[in-house]
C-alpha cells in the first residue's frame, strides 16, 4: 500500500508493478489546491520515465522544453547556464498537475487500484502483515491488509512519522506563488533573483502564462508583511529581471471591483526523515528528504528514490532486508551531498550580509 499518488508514490507502483509485484494500492488524499507548482523538470526525470517504460518526449503531452536557468546569483549581472553546455539535453517545463495526474494513470492502466480521496485513519502490524483502516470524504471506511508500506505523502511524511520516524526540519522555506504574464525572452528557461529577503523565481508555463514565485522563511514573510499584495507587487516591480521578463497579468475586474490576484503559499522547507525504512515500511520522495526549490531536483529526486526503493521493497516482501539497509545508505549519501551543494550555493550570495534570511543561510543548516 502506497500513501500518496504524486510523482514518488505513481512510480514507486510503476516500478513495483514492473517487478512482478501483483497487488499495489496507491491511497491519495486528493488536493484542493487551485494550482500545483513545481514545473520545472531537469533533464534526467526523461530518462527515468523511459526506464519505467513510458513516454520520454513530453512534448508530446504538452508540456514544454526547459533549456536552462537565468541567474542573478552573487551578481547583478543575469549568467544564462544551458543543460547542452553541461552536455544534457533539455528538460521539460510542466504542466504540473497534468504531469502528476499522468503519471498516476499510468500506474492506474498498467494495473495499480487507486482509493483517492482516501486517507488511512491508523495501521497496525502483526505477523508481518500490516491492518489499515482506511476513509473516504464521504465518510466511508475500509479495511485493507497489506504487507508492505510506503510513505509517498510527501514532506509531512504522514505514515513514517506514525510509525514513530522523526522528521527534521532544517528552516523555514516557503514560496508564495501566483501567475505572471509570459515574455518571449523567458521562454525555455526558469529564472532566479535573490534579494534582501530571500529570492525570486520565474518560469513559462505550458500554457502560456509564467509561474512566479517568491521564496523566504516564513518568519521574515510574517515581519516583512510579503503575503500581503501590495508589499509583494513592490518586491516584485524592484526586482531587475523578474519584473522584465514575467511582469504581473494586467488586474482582472468583476461587477466593477479589481480583483487581487491570488498568491498561494507553499511550504518548501528542507527536511529529513531520520529513518529511511522499517519493518514493513519505506519512504520515497518529499516523504525521506525534501530539497530546497533552489535545486529544481524534487521530481528528479521522487522518481530517483522509487527506483531505488523498488528492490528494496521487493526484498522485504521476500523477507530479506539488506536491500532496505542499502537503501537508508543511499539516503544519508543523498542527504549529505544534498547539504554540502546547498550551503555552497547558498554561500555564493553575500550580498546582503546583514539579513536574516541570508545570515541564516550563511550560518549553515540547523537542525542536523
Ligand atoms: C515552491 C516549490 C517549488 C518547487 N519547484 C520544483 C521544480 O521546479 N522542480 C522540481 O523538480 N521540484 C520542485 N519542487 C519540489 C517538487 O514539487 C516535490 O519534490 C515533488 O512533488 C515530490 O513528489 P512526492 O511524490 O514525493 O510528493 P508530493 O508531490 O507532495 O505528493 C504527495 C502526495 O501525497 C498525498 N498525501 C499527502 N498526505 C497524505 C495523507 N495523509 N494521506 C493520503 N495522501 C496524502 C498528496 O495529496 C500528494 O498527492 C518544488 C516545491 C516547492 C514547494
Known amino acids: 500500500m502506497i500513501v500518496g499518488a504524486g510523482p514518488a508514490g505513481s512510480a514507486t507502483a510503476l516500478g513495483l508493478l514492473a517487478a512482478g509485484v501483483e497487488q499495489v494500492l496507491l491511497v491519495d488524499r486528493g488536493s484542493a489546491r487551485p494550482f500545483a507548482i513545481g514545473e520545472s523538470a531537469t533533464p534526467d526525470v526523461a530518462q ?15 508540456h514544454r522544453p526547459y533549456h536552462g536557468n537565468l541567474s542573478l546569483w552573487g551578481d547583478a549581472k543575469p549568467q544564462a547556464d544551458y543543460f547542452l553546455q553541461r552536455g544534457h539535453g533539455h528538460g521539460w517545463h510542466l504542466q504540473r498537475a497534468e504531469f502528476d495526474a499522468w503519471l498516476l494513470q499510468q500506474a492506474v492502466d498498467r494495473g495499480a487500484r487507486l482509493m483517492c480521496p482516501t486517507s488511512v485513519k491508523w495501521c497496525t502490524r502483526s505477523e508481518g502483515v500490516w491492518q489499515a483502516n482506511l476513509a473516504s470524504t464521504d465518510g466511508k471506511q475500509k479495511r485493507v491488509q497489506a504487507r508492505m508500506l510506503v510513505d509517498a505523502g510527501g514532506r509531512r511524511a504522514p505514515l513514517a512519522t506514525r510509525l514513530g520516524a522523526q522528521r527534521r526540519r532544517l528552516d523555514g522555506l516557503v514560496g508564495l506563488a501566483t501567475r505572471a504574464t509570459a515574455t518571449p525572452a523567458l521562454a525555455g528557461m526558469s529564472l532566479v533573483e535573490p534579494f534582501e529577503h530571500g529570492w525570486w523565481y520565474a518560469a513559462c508555463l505550458p500554457d ?64 529529513y526523515l ?30 530517483s528514490d522509487a527506483e531505488a526503493a523498488v528492490p528494496a521493497i521487493v526484498g522485504q516482501l521476500a523477507g530479506d532486508s539488506i536491500a532496505s539497509r542499502h537503501y537508508a545508505e543511499r539516503a544519508n549519501r543523498t542527504f549529505i551531498r544534498y547539504i554540502e551543494g546547498l550551503h555552497r550555493q547558498y554561500g555564493a550570495e553575500q550580498r546582503w550580509p546583514n539579513s536574516v534570511f541570508w545570515s541564516r543561510r550563511h550560518a549553515g543548516p540547523v537542525g542536523v
Not at 521574515?220 to 523578474?242: G, I, M, P
Not at 535545486?295 to 529526486?301: D, E, R, V
Request: charged share 15%.
Open 274 to 303: 531520520d529513518r529511511a525504512a522499517g519493518q514493513g515500511w519505506i519512504a520515497v520522495g518529499d516523504a525521506l528528504l525534501a530539497f530546497d526549490p533552489l535545486t529544481s531536483s524534487g521530481i528528479s529526486g521522487a522518481l
Open 48 to 62: 527515468m520515465l523511459g526506464r519505467l517504460g513510458l513516454e520520454t518526449d513530453l512534448g508530446r503531452l504538452g
Open 208 to 271: 502560456g502564462q509564467a509561474v512566479v514565485t517568491l521564496m523566504s522563511d516564513i518568519d521574515v514573510v510574517r515581519s516583512q508583511c510579503l503575503q500581503d499584495w501590495h508589499n509583494y507587487l513592490s518586491a516584485w516591480r524592484t526586482t531587475a529581471k523578474v519584473a522584465e521578463l514575467a511582469p504581473p497579468c494586467p488586474p482582472q475586474e468583476q461587477d466593477g471591483q479589481t480583483l487581487q490576484p491570488n498568491i498561494q503559499t507553499f511550504a518548501a522547507h528542507s527536511s
